[in-house]
């Protein structure tokens, strides 16, 4: 298992494993017609990786060789001063979760997050995603709100509940 910076080259990988992973995930919490439609196509994905600001990051997992997992990180795009980082989207495919690879894509996102002298963190998942919440509770994160206001995606209301790190230090640092 490694975990690497992402290319362009890699935007399709990222869009397989995004889609898989979206639909064995979300499956009982978002319309089935959300989830049918998603495919594999990284088209858009390469061209905005390769035009990806500084302040942004974006990571893949490896198993032999295969990208199994990903995550992409950049500035908060909540107004929160304590926590100025944010993971965007961490994934790994079902048939490699439980293995570590979600464990090393947030270590080396908040490796990341410090280079960029962030030493706070946040991350959003639906709030119904309960495997997942429990995943960033074991990374050490706190449960610090809902947002504010809720979505509506194709009739099913969603609410996002974020987790928070005020200091990364130990993250990137724990082995």
Do not use: K
Request: hydrophobic content about 40%; some cysteine; charged content about 30%.
């Amino acid at each position: 298992m490694s975990v690497r910076t992402a290319t362009p080259d890699d935007a399709e990988a990222i869009e397989r494993v995004r889609t898989d992973t979206w639909r064995a995930t979300y499956r009982d919490l978002l319309p089935d017609a959300v989830l049918d439609r998603l495919g594999y196509d990284g088209a858009r994905r390469r061209q905005g990786m390769a035009t990806m600001p500084a302040e942004r990051f974006a990571l893949v997992a490896e198993h032999d060789g295969e990208v199994v997992g990903f995550c992409y990180g950049g500035p908060s795009r909540a107004d929160d001063a304590a926590h100025p980082g944010e993971i965007y989207a961490i994934y790994v495919l079902p048939s490699h979760q439980g293995h570590g690879h979600g464990s090393a894509l947030m270590r080396a996102g908040a490796r990341e997050a410090l280079a960029r002298g962030w030493r706070g963190l946040l991350v959003w998942v639906l709030r119904d995603n309960r495997p997942s919440r429990e995943f960033y509770e074991r990374m050490g994160g706190r449960h610090l709100r809902d947002r504010d206001e809720d979505r509506e995606i194709e009739g099913v209301v969603v609410t996002e509940a974020g987790y928070a790190w005020d200091d990364v230090t130990a993250l990137a640092r724990r082995a």
